[in-house]
């Protein structure tokens, strides 16, 4: 019998560009000579540094920490020495505090390799609190704390966890390969997400692109009589959380609140695997799966690589440039964050990098008022709209046009035929109004 395809309305088709790295197989990365690790790696409270400069660390010992909530610490993914805590360019900011490692060729861990936890006799708070200590992130990008995620308010019932195997962004493969490779893992993440929540129901969805990953995942979860594995229709955004939530569920989550406040949890297939790790073998998050790809790269890869990992080693690592390249981008081209320098270290949720070569420059033109934008927004706004306010600094009526309801996935630029940088508009609105907001207390 031919599963369902489940989808949300609008969106678009970007080419996907997966083959360059689809069939090519996980591969563990060598030590660098040094990591440089931001402390800054999660939404949420600041951590501070809990090493100093000489000192020794060992690998999967924590580095940085907080007392917040709102947290998630920051482990050494190598041993050696740290060379120094200070200012360095990060993927997401110019200037960031690092903690700089000089690796030792010899290894040690801060954590017993044999460990084994029967999760089944742990409580949601033991749970919850190997998570948080292990530094558990969103992977897919967002980078909120699991722990967080996963302790909703007293009075919210969680009965449904999506694990999100879309990855609908182009270029990037890594989640897939992480599908084939450790479903097993995978699976059982997902059984101690709903453990720690609490739920009933838990639900795969992968896009139909990947054929191969949803019998994979479909062999497994066949043995368990409340996970199910679900295929969604190959369309971008399909694996924004809202949007995927409303394919799988048929639940829409209302304007400013969050999934928990419908019954729902997602996490990320790669996510999900990390917190196996963490409950079940005591791992901390000090490494993950990325792909880097490109055309103009000699041997795109996915790759297991260590946090703090700098871009130019790996480049490196995987014999450099086959041509000139124009463009250096964190994650894919739809919703990834452009690079000024390659020596910036891997971050807890760096799922890829993409790297381009010579191309088209479009030249913006002016808005021909034909409504692509508006067709295809899987938010249902008017990006025109929105950016017309931003535009002229009429930040009430930005908001009034539900700015601050755009998830940025890129569609309306993508679609657009003038090459109007709607996003980046929308993002500058969003960014003023929280501004006014805070200073107006509100």
Known sequence: MKMKRLTFKKGI????????????????????????????QHIGAPLNPVVKKGDRVKTGQIIADSEAFVSAPVHSSCTGIVKNIGDYPTPLSPSDTCIEIETEEKEEFDFDLN???????????EILKLIKKAGIVGMGGAAFPAAVKF???KDINIDTVILNGCECEPYLTSDYRTMLEF?????????IIMRAVGAERGIVGIEDNKPDAIEKMSQLADNESNIYVQAVKTKYPQGAEKMLISALTGRKIPPGALPFSIGVVVSNVGTAAAIYD????????????????????ENPANLLVRVGTPF?????????????????????????IAQFTSDVGITKATSGILVLGKGRKDKEFNCINCAECVNHCPMFLIPTKIVRFAKNEIWDKAEDYGAMNCIECGSCSYICPSNIPLVHWIRVAKSKITEIKKSSGK
């Open 13 to 40: 088709h970007p080419k996907e560009f997966k083959r360059i790295t689809e069939n090519l197989e996980i591969k563990e990365v060598p030590v660098p000579p040094k990591v440089i690790i931001p402390i800054r």
């Open 278 to 297: 963490a409950v079940v073998k005591n791992i901390p998050l000090y490494k993950r799966v990325l792909t880097i790809t490109g055309e103009v790269l």
């Open 151 to 153: 302790t909703p308010p």
């Open 312 to 336: 130019s080693f790996l480049f490196d690592y995987i014999g450099g440039f086959s041509d000139e390249i124009t463009k250096l981008i964190l994650g894919g081209p739809m919703m990834g």
């Open 115 to 125: 460990t084994n936890i029967d999760y089944k006799s742990l409580t949601k708070q």
């Open 183 to 191: 479903p097993e893992k995978i699976l059982e993440g997902l059984k």
